[in-house]
Nanobody, 118 residues
Framework: QVQLVESGGGLVQAGGSLRLSCVASGTMLRVNVMGWYRQAPGKTRELVASITHGGTTDYADSVKDRFTISRDNANNTVYLQMNSLKPEDTAVYYC????????????WGKGTQVTVSS
């Protein structure tokens, strides 16, 4: 069973930065795509950014040029560097991942709260 644990959330003023981390454990199999989603109160969960094992990235339009996703394959860790934060970035941020051998099964972390004050 794959476990994902996020860290790095918190309270920051608008214009500030935060760096989220997520570690995947519990498997010897290759972790394929890793990503960050977020869910604000009253809204559906949305993709923020994703990255493949080979380093191909994808971003939501709302975070392009402000957020950067990266990963450390040796340690099954994915990062999300968030700069120029805005109040509308306030949400619970969730990490997810799948395995190369079972791409249809998504694993999720419990989430970390990011709050941006104006």
């Amino acid at each position: 069973q794959v476990q994902l644990v996020e860290s790095g959330g918190g309270l920051v003023q608008a214009g500030g930065s935060l760096r989220l981390s997520c570690v995947a454990s519990g498997t010897m199999l290759r972790v394929n795509v890793m990503g960050w989603y977020r869910q604000a109160p009253g809204k559906t969960r949305e993709l923020v950014a994703s990255i493949t094992h080979g380093g191909t990235t994808d971003y939501a339009d709302s975070v392009k040029d402000r957020f950067t996703i990266s990963r450390d394959n040796a340690n099954n860790t994915v990062y999300l560097q968030m700069n120029s934060l805005k109040p509308e970035d306030t949400a619970v941020y969730y990490c997810n991942a799948n395995l190369l051998v079972r791409p249809g099964i998504l694993y999720w972390g419990k989430g970390t709260q990011v709050t941006v004050s104006s």
